[in-house]
């Protein structure tokens, strides 16, 4: 094929993805907020839940973050994000963790902050709320996932909401709008390299 050849059939090409993409974009016309349920075993979930946190937080927009596990590390975007007067955030008490042996504890705290994430979940000011490690709590049984379900379908109309968390949970990927599933290919800490501030914390 001559390179002049090779120019038109690419024109060619790209003319019908155009084609393509404007028809998919002028069919969807519904506007309504969205649930988007990031899972799976590789690196990026709550990086990416954060990321559009940051994104809708760029727009002027109110949004809110629930941390189902209260990790060792001070991360990064918790510094970042605190006292930021459009977001506000709530992390699970002194209750589970990887070490957490004290199973009556840790559902009274998963109890306590999901009350906090059921105000968010119900006040239409907030456009993004972030619920970072949830799937933890059906793995556990420290939440009910029927009510968690209930309160997800009753939120205000055009609130978003990111769960993230490593399991694929049925009823939620039912439920989600929009569901990715990170897995992992290689991971840094397999080949011994530590956790890093900055890109693990
Ligand atoms: P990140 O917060 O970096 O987006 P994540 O939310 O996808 O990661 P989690 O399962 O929540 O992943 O794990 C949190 C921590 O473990 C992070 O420090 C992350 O970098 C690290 N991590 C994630 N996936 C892996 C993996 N496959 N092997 C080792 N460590 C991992
Ligand atoms: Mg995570």
Known sequence: MTNQDQNASHKLAMQDTQQKVRSAVAAAKEKRGVIIYLYGNGKGKSSSGFGTLLRSVGHGQ???????????????????????PQVRHEIMGTGFTWDSQNRERDMA????VWQKACAFL??????????????????????????????????????NVILTGRSAIPELLELADTVSEINEIKHAF????KAQRGIEF
């Open 62 to 84: 109110q949004v809110a973050i629930v941390q189902f596990i209260k990790g060792s590390w001070k991360t990064g975007e918790q510094t970042f994000f605190k006292n930021h």
């Open 109 to 112: 705290c998963a109890q306590e």
């Open 122 to 159: 119900a006040d239409e000011s907030i456009n993004l709320v972030l619920l970072d490690e949830i799937t933890y709590m059906f793995d556990f049984d420290y939440l009910n996932l029927a009510d968690c379900l209930a309160v997800l379908s009753a939120r205000p109309k055009n609130q």
């Open 190 to 193: 397999n080949s011994g390299v």
